[in-house]
């Protein structure tokens, strides 16, 4: 057995020879290293500290605010000290079902959702309690491969055309699903997506639920950017698939709570069994999410006049800044699709490659690199989102401002036009500028 890098030759397994599914697990975890997103967070923060000018566009993370109802729920129960039981909060648990219910229209019960240490836990334990293939479409969020590589899962990556938007399509999903229809597969969609951007409409949810139903698909249906889908007219998939759907969302993206870890599988009661083996997991692993964050999370799902209007102006703002990024990088030469919610853009610059090859950039990873060096945009590279190497794509996360400041100018009146960017959201202006500028010399 090869010892990972660094690692010290005291605690090198010696007398091993062969390797057992478990010592596979071990391997598979030293090939990994820090994930995407968090990673290049650390990067611009430790440039940032050596007086480097850095624009944040790397993680994408809720620029606004927690909400004040929820800061004061978290103040007035900083005493609870007891262990909650696995599943959760009984009475977050039944705020969840009143969401669900209020802006889906779907019936559940507490006992159908499961509450964890942010929605990424939950889509890790769904990988070990559930036996199928993982399908995801190209581009996907950093860490569902990842989390499937860790197990040794295997990732059937679902092939995307920019003219659909990079986005699953009910015809590609029956195509792969035909090659072998009989084989357990778990499907994640994510709607508003990252990294794009892209909403699926109605229809489209409809035709992929056909489709998951014939060949009876596990949908897991990553719903976390739902409350920012700037139309505010999100639809969960479980309304077209409800047997087959489970629906993941949290508090990070639209309740700026990111760093607070707390996301929420809601199950079908056909899958009653996974989550009880999801739970097993949890109940030995992690035990329960935070006690005082699970009692402060609950004004989050109660919604309110408040939360409405916290939402709405979230909205409006992020709806804005995509217009003025995807304007902007248009006009540089980058190719996007239209951005219905969240926080991201994924252009690809593509029709600039003779130009970026003559100054020795031919892969995203390169394009990256050499952007945050010349310019001080940090940004991920298109090839950690499984998009092919050599497409000179990157994902930004249009999120480096002062969300609670812009919010206020907005509340005290201020009309959301290109000075209000400028005055509110400048780094992300500025940042989107020196990129443009930089693609463009
Ligand atoms: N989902 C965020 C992103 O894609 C970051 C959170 C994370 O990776 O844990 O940037």
Redesign the pocket.
């Known amino acids: 057995m090869t010892p990972a890098d660094g690692e010290p030759t005291e605690f090198r397994a010696t007398g091993l020879n062969h390797v057992s599914p478990a010592i596979q697990l071990n391997l598979n975890l030293r090939s990994l290293g820090l994930?995407a997103?968090?990673e290049i967070n650390e990067r611009s923060a430790a440039l940032a500290a050596e007086g480097r000018k850095i624009y944040k566009l790397g993680?994408?993370?809720s620029p606004f605010p927690v909400p004040d109802q929820l800061q004061r729920a978290l103040q007035d129960n900083a005493h609870q000290k007891d262990y909650l039981a696995v599943q959760g909060l009984p009475a977050l648990r039944q705020s969840i079902c009143d969401y669900l219910k209020r802006t889906q229209d779907l019936d559940f019960d507490p006992e159908d959702i499961l509450i964890g240490p942010?929605s990424?836990e939950l889509m890790f334990l769904i990988q070990m309690a559930y036996y199928g293939d993982l399908v995801i479409p190209r581009p996907s969020?950093?860490?569902y491969a990842p989390q499937a590589q860790i197990i040794g899962r295997p990732v059937t990556w679902l092939e995307t055309d920019p003219n659909e938007a990079l986005g699953v399509t009910a015809d590609r999903l029956r195509a792969l699903c035909a090659t072998d229809p009989e084989r357990p597969r778990l499907l994640i969609l994510n709607s508003p997506g990252?990294p794009t951007g892209f909403g699926y409409s109605p229809e489209a949810l409809s035709e992929i639920a056909e489709v998951a139903q014939e060949y009876r698909l596990l949908l897991l249906s990553d719903e976390i950017y739902g409350g920012v889908q700037f139309d505010g007219k999100h639809q969960s998939m479980a309304r077209y698939y409800r047997g087959g759907t489970i629906i993941s969302d949290g508090i990070s993206k639209w309740a700026g709570s990111?760093g607070w870890r707390l996301g929420f599988f809601a199950f079908p009661k056909s899958l009653a069994w996974l989550r009880k083996a999801m739970s097993a997991a949890a109940s030995e692993t992690y035990t329960s999410v935070s006690a005082p964050i699970q009692h402060a999370a609950i004004p989050a799902f109660e919604g309110g006049a408040q939360m409405e209007l916290y939402l709405h102006r979230s909205r409006a703002i992020l709806g804005a800044l995509a217009d003025h990024v995807s304007s902007r990088l248009t006009q540089a030469g980058a190719k996007l699709n239209p951005i219905r919610g969240g926080f991201y853009a994924f252009p690809v610059f593509d029709a600039l490659r003779d130009q970026l090859a003559a100054r020795g950039i031919t892969t995203s990873a390169q394009l990256t690199r050499q952007l945050l060096e010349d310019t001080g945009v940090a940004t991920l590279p298109g090839s950690c989102f499984g998009r092919p190497d050599t497409e000179l794509s990157l994902r930004l996360?249009y999120v480096d401002f002062n969300g609670a400041a812009a919010l206020d100018a907005l509340q005290a009146g201020e009309d959301l036009d290109a000075a209000f960017l400028t005055r509110h959201c400048n780094r992300v202006v500025e940042g989107i500028e020196a990129m443009a500028r930089w693609v463009e010399a």
Do not use: I, P
Request: no cysteine; glycine share 22%; charged share 5%.
């Open positions: 994930s997103t968090l993680l994408g993370q942010g990424k969020w950093v860490s990252n990111g996360a």
